[in-house]
């Protein structure tokens, strides 16, 4: 056994884990308690990393296909890069520099960011590189800038314990950010007079633990800030002093926000106007307020001032560059923070210098040794995919992320993609969406397997060891770009071009990044791979000779702008760039669920992820569901101007009306549609470039489907997910999952208007083995239209399929998890009636996924009148990893305890 220092790879908290080897294989993970992040704690999420370290889904070697309807064929890595370079050069000599584009993602370790930043930019020379961080946190670049000067968090953790009032924006930090939320959690429990307050269109389960949730409507955060503002002048809580020695622009804010009185923002806002007013007391009244937010405010037309316009609130009662204060953005992904700090975006350049800027350009090209640095910006993430869309980009290298997944307006993302001439993939997964339009597939090195640095929200840089060797052929991302670099290179006669990465390993990288940061806000000269294994992860600017990085930013009120001071943003409430009508007369949210990350390539492994909730569905508040008639575990059809997508729905607490929420984790891996961003918008904002992804507007529609198959298979659960996820665009409406706490099942649900072809149930059969006619027993009422089939191994039931009713899905699918003796449904087995046998109760789902326990059995604990205490000692939930003690908290509300 050993044991090596990494961090988790979900979120951007960065929690430190150490991960257990055994023979070479990942065995075990645990937080690292000497992490600052997370001090040993992990999430359900991080705490299952291990598990998703299988190598059922992975892809092991470069693949090609000269022909889009041809099978791809392995090659070795010589072949692949050979080739890679061959289209690269081609397509550059044909068509220039900006024919080609790169997708990245903040997945990447810093070290690999920096070489394809400067492969593009350096070698290449074209702009077009841009990252799945887009999408996810450049609002929050653009609103830091545009008021502080600098893309730079200003706060960190420890302020989480020292503020009096903490305001969450746009963030379900329960779900998104758990860790963080555990210490919101001990701090309010330290601390009691604490106020949380919450800003978010649904009542989820940060929101509902808040002292004051405002559930604003859809895409109004600067309405409410902005009355913040006004509220906060009229009381005399604004910092005049501060004001007056620290920043600019105030007076034209003062102007504008007098329109925005607590009424008139109660109109817009869709809440009390008393609610408006005590939010702006709390915040200026504490002293100490700590703003946490993310994707509410970033994925927005209007996501620079919806940044900016909560800035103002800090700058204007002086509530920045103290303990307990400021403004801290949350990034979604690990390493967002590592993409920003080397420009690895079309309109950045390394170490948070500027393309628009000639000095910055000339300093880059300096350093990289070139010629020069385009500069024009390149395409950003919507824009790239537009210009594949449209002919102008001819080949794209992805990296690591799938936009047939995560990008908005999937019909025209996927349309791209079939329409460029070369699509390169670089992937560890070989199950993502965007898999199917790849020409060439690079096998990339995944968690556990790279070395390298990650930054977290709070600019701290930890710097993770590899675990385990990367499973086939895969190789860590950086030695990808610096073998096609050095290739290109010579393939293109780029003068100089061959010496330009002479990089033999990350830490050579990581020290020529140090190198670009030298003098710059984030300067790390005093950082080394040395230093932070020896005395842990540090938080920048940490120049050399410095003892220590600066946990906090703006301490003496001097700001990185040409003035030094900070900037008021002239914030204006802008509406939502999509609007409701009779056609499409609800709001479209999405977001992300406790238990899964993105889209699903690694915790869609991991059986146990799924049982807290094991299905796409749709969450309409129940007084809409009763008014068109429709009822939990109906499908829907739910249609925008764009797209559609078929979904059970679920009525929910969390719901204003006119609202519906779809997770954004599920996509044409898990159903047959893209999922939610079938609905959504490519429109974004002006300054960030970041899409609207957190809104459309849509019908719900029910589809009166009763014909219904389920199929269920234990044991080889992972391998057969590609197959089965291949038949998936079949079905009128599917959805594909597992289920299971420690052996996987694959659950296969399919409904439709009628039968689907003999063929493909044939087909499901021969997957699942069900074909089988030795070993399977079967049960077929042709007149009425049911059938099932039930295979046994050893006299276990292994798989099943029903068709054409499904009553007993979920007594079935427990049963199967659970190793099942056939002898104990022979009868049922054999039977005409479909429904589950007498007493063939469910689980329900699981609340608690540590300790395995299900709302079924928490309730009934509630019934006897047992109190948290009480349910965490009888069953112990919640007393592993938490992320089920806000739910938990709520069902004990609903009873009123
Ligand atoms: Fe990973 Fe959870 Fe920590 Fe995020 S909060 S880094 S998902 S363990």
Same mark, same amino acid.
């Given at each position: ?16 884990? @150490? ?6 294989? &990942?065995? #075990? ?5 000497? =992490? /600052?992040?997370? %001090?040993? !704690? ?117 302020? @989480? ?6 305001? &969450?924006? #746009? ?5 998104? =950010? /758990?860790?963080? %939320?555990? !210490? ?714």
């Amino acid at each position: 056994m050993a044991e090596v220092k990494s961090t988790c790879c979900y979120c951007g908290v960065g929690c430190g884990v @150490i991960i257990s080897t055994d023979q070479g294989q &990942i065995v #075990g993970v645990r937080g690292d308690p000497d =992490h /600052p992040a997370n %001090f040993g !704690r992990l999430c359900t999420k991080g705490a299952n990393l291990h598990r998703s370290a299988v190598t059922d889904t992975r892809l092991l070697y470069p693949e090609l296909r000269l022909n889009r309807l041809e099978a791809r064929e392995k090659l070795d890595w010589d072949e692949a890069l050979d080739y890679a370079v061959d289209r690269l050069a081609t397509t550059i000599r044909q068509h220039g520099p900006d024919s080609v584009a790169f997708y990245v993602s903040g997945q990447l370790l810093t070290e690999g960011y920096y070489v394809f930043n400067k492969l593009a930019k350096g070698l290449i020379g074209t702009n077009n590189i841009d990252t799945n961080s887009r999408l996810c946190m450049s609002s929050a670049v653009s609103g830091y800038k545009k008021t502080l000067g600098m893309d730079a968090p200003p706060a960190c953790y420890d302020d @989480i314990e020292q503020a009096k009032c903490i305001f &969450i924006a #746009g963030s379900n930090t329960a779900y998104a =950010h /758990p860790i963080l %939320f555990r !210490r919101i959690e001990a701090a309010r429990q330290a601390n009691p007079d604490l106020k949380l307050i919450v800003v978010d269109p649904r009542r989820t389960d940060t929101a509902a633990v808040a002292d004051l949730h405002l559930s604003i409507l859809p895409g109004t955060d600067v309405a409410l800030f902005n009355a913040m503002l006004h509220v906060l002048l009229w009381e005399g809580l604004t910092d005049t002093n501060y004001i007056r020695r620290h920043t600019e622009g105030f007076e034209a804010l003062k102007e504008t926000v007098r329109e925005y009185t607590p009424a008139v923002a109660a109109e817009i806002c869709g809440i009390a106007a008393h609610d408006i007013i005590l939010a702006a007391k709390w915040f200026g009244e504490s002293g100490d307020t700590l703003s946490l937010y993310c994707q509410g405010l970033n994925q927005s037309s209007h996501g620079t001032d919806k940044n900016a316009a909560l800035i103002n609130l800090h700058l204007a009662t002086g509530q920045i560059g103290r303990a307990g204060s400021g403004p801290l953005s949350l990034t979604g992904q690990m390493n967002a923070m590592g993409g920003r700090e080397v420009g690895g975006m079309a309109n950045l350049l390394p170490a948070h210098r500027d393309m628009t800027n000639p000095e910055h350009r000339a300093e880059v090209a300096q350093l990289w040794g070139v010629e020069r640095i385009p500069e024009q910006q390149g395409k950003t993430a919507v824009e790239m995919f537009e210009a594949l869309r449209q002919g102008e980009i001819k080949l794209i290298w992805i990296v690591c992320t799938n936009p047939a997944l995560s990008m908005p307006d999937q019909t025209k993302v996927r349309e791209a993609l079939e329409k460029a001439e070369f699509v390169i993939l670089q992937e560890a997964y070989r199950t993502t969406e965007t898999v199917p339009y790849a020409d060439l597939l690079l096998p990339a090195a995944s968690w556990g397997e790279k070395e390298g640095t990650i930054t977290n929200s709070e600019r701290r840089i930890t710097h993770l060891n590899p675990a385990r060797t990367p499973p086939g052929a895969a190789r860590p991302d950086w030695e990808i770009a610096t073998d096609v670099a050095r290739r290109l290179a010579v393939k293109l006669k780029s003068p100089g071009g061959e010496t330009l990465f002479p990089y033999s390993c990350a830490e050579d990288i990581f020290n020529e990044h140090r190198a670009t940061t030298h003098g710059r806000d984030l300067d790390i000269t005093g950082l080394s791979y040395r230093l932070l294994e020896e005395r842990g992860p540090q938080q920048w600017p940490f120049p050399a000779q410095a003892v220590r990085g600066k946990a906090r930013l703006y301490e003496d009120g001097h700001f990185p702008t040409a003035t030094g001071r900070a900037r008021f943003a002239n914030t204006r409430y802008q509406s939502t760039a999509e609007q409701t009508d009779a056609r499409h007369p609800f709001h479209f949210n999405s977001g992300r669920l406790r238990d899964q990350w993105h889209g699903m390539s690694r915790t869609g492994t991991v059986a146990r992820l799924f049982s807290h909730v094991e299905e796409p569905l749709l969450s309409m508040n129940s007084e809409d569901m009763q008014r068109r008639g429709l009822k939990d575990g109906d499908i829907t059809r739910v249609s925008s101007k764009r797209g559609f997508c078929t979904v059970r729905i679920q009525a929910s607490q969390e719901m204003r009306p006119g609202q519906v929420f779809l997770p954004m984790h599920w996509g044409s891996q898990s159903m047959n549609s893209p999922g939610a961003n079938a609905l959504t918008l490519s429109t974004f904002d002006p300054t960030s470039f970041q899409p609207e992804l957190k809104h459309a507007a849509v019908s719900v529609e029910k589809l009166p489907w009763q014909w219904q198959m389920v199929a269920l298979r234990r044991y080889g659960a992972l391998s057969l997910l590609p197959r089965v996820q291949a038949l998936l665009a079949q079905f009128q409406h599917a959805t594909l999952g597992l289920y299971g706490h420690d052996e996987a099942v694959l659950v296969l649900r399919v409904a439709g208007d009628q039968a689907i072809a003999p063929e493909l149930i044939e087909k499901i059969d021969q997957l699942l083995g069900l074909d089988d006619e030795d070993a399977s027993i079967s049960y077929q009422d042709t007149k009425r239209g049911i059938s099932k089939r039930i295979l046994v191994d050893q006299g276990e039931v292994v798989a099943a399929r029903l068709t054409g009713e499904t009553a007993a899905r979920d007594w079935l699918k427990e049963m199967i998890a659970a190793g099942l003796p056939f002898e104990q449904i022979r009868l049922w087995a054999l039977a005409p009636l479909n429904t589950p046998p007498v007493g063939g109760s469910t689980r329900g789902k699981i609340i608690c996924n540590c300790k395995n326990v299900s709302e079924q059995e928490i309730l009934a604990a509630l019934d006897q009148g047992t109190d948290l205490a009480g349910l965490q000692d009888k069953l112990k939930c919640g007393t592993e990893c938490g992320s089920c003690v806000p739910e938990i908290k709520r069902m004990l509300d609903s009873r009123g305890k």
